[in-house]
């Protein structure tokens, strides 16, 4: 499994932007995926998830009815739509492939990890 987080930048409050983590290989495309954050000085936290199929999703309640997470499995690639962006939304974004095929709020059951994008909101 190769995880790559795109998508991220720089934006003003109210703000869309759509983030994509795309799977190089064929593997883990069975796997649930996770969106994760991390702030400066904050730990890492659950966004979003998705189960394999797509038939199941979750939300951070900091999220729920801003952020929609979808899954084109033809194009191996998970996406994190972000609308209504808030400055406490800046943070750098992180996908990750959970061991079954549903997705977890815990990030311990994730085994493999994007390298990261950075999302900056400005007030």
């Known amino acids: 499994v190769q995880l790559q987080a795109s998508g991220g930048g720089l934006v003003q409050a109210g703000a869309s932007l759509r983030l994509s983590c795309t799977n190089s290989?064929?593997?883990?495309?069975?796997?649930?995926v996770g969106w994760f954050r991390q702030a400066p000085g904050k730990e890492r936290e659950f966004v979003a998830g998705?189960?394999?199929?797509?038939?199941?999703?979750g939300y951070a309640d900091s999220v729920k009815g801003r952020f929609t997470v979808s899954r084109d499995r033809a194009k191996n690639t998970v996406y994190l739509q972000m609308d209504t962006l808030k400055p406490e939304d800046t943070a750098v974004y992180y996908c990750?492939?959970?061991?079954?095929?549903?997705?977890?709020?815990?990030?311990?059951?994730?085994?493999?990890w994007g390298q990261g994008t950075l999302v900056t909101v400005s007030s």
């Open positions: 998705i189960s394999w199929n797509g038939a199941s999703v």
């Open positions: 990750a492939a959970a061991r079954s095929a549903t997705y977890s709020t815990d990030r311990r059951l994730y085994n493999y």
């Open positions: 290989r064929r593997t883990a495309s069975n796997n649930g």
